[in-house]
């Protein structure tokens, strides 16, 4: 049996509404897809480019004078909040634009090392591994958050069906 919005007054009234928005022009704010899914992109943007950052680094533990390079998370977040691009600096002509760099990417910043090693390597392979695990963390919980949002959404368009 389909369902029937008629039967259930409170639907009725919000189709009512939205349909009645809507032939005005005017949207209602809970149409605004941008302000529902803007936090979960920054979120996994920044987990993403902080994901390559630590990739290199980890590929590079041998490299002699790899500097480690890492974001500062919540800068990130505050940095894209304030739609303040911010990229990495090039310090040479010639240098190749990261991932990043094409504006709403966090800053890289080196690391300082708490231990130098004789090589000037300053990748520190525990660290490295726990930044992953907590940038996945992130990653699968802003996913999670997001379905979850994804699924209220079908359920307020389609009467819960």
Known sequence: MPYRHDADPTVARLLHFTFQTIAEGVQPMSLDVNKVFAPHERVLTAASQRMELLAA?????????????????????????????????????????????????????????????????????QKESAAVAETATRYQASLALLDQRIRGLRAAITGGR
């Open 57 to 125: 680094n980890i590929a590079n533990a041998d490299t002699p004078n790899f500097k480690a390079r890492d974001i500062d998370f919540r800068a990130a977040m505050q940095a894209a909040d304030q739609d303040t691009p911010v990229t990495l600096a090039a310090t040479h002509p010639g240098h190749i634009k990261g991932p990043d760099a094409g504006g709403g990417g966090a800053q890289a910043l080196y690391r300082v090392p708490e231990q130098p090693s004789l090589d000037g390597n300053t990748v520190d392979a």
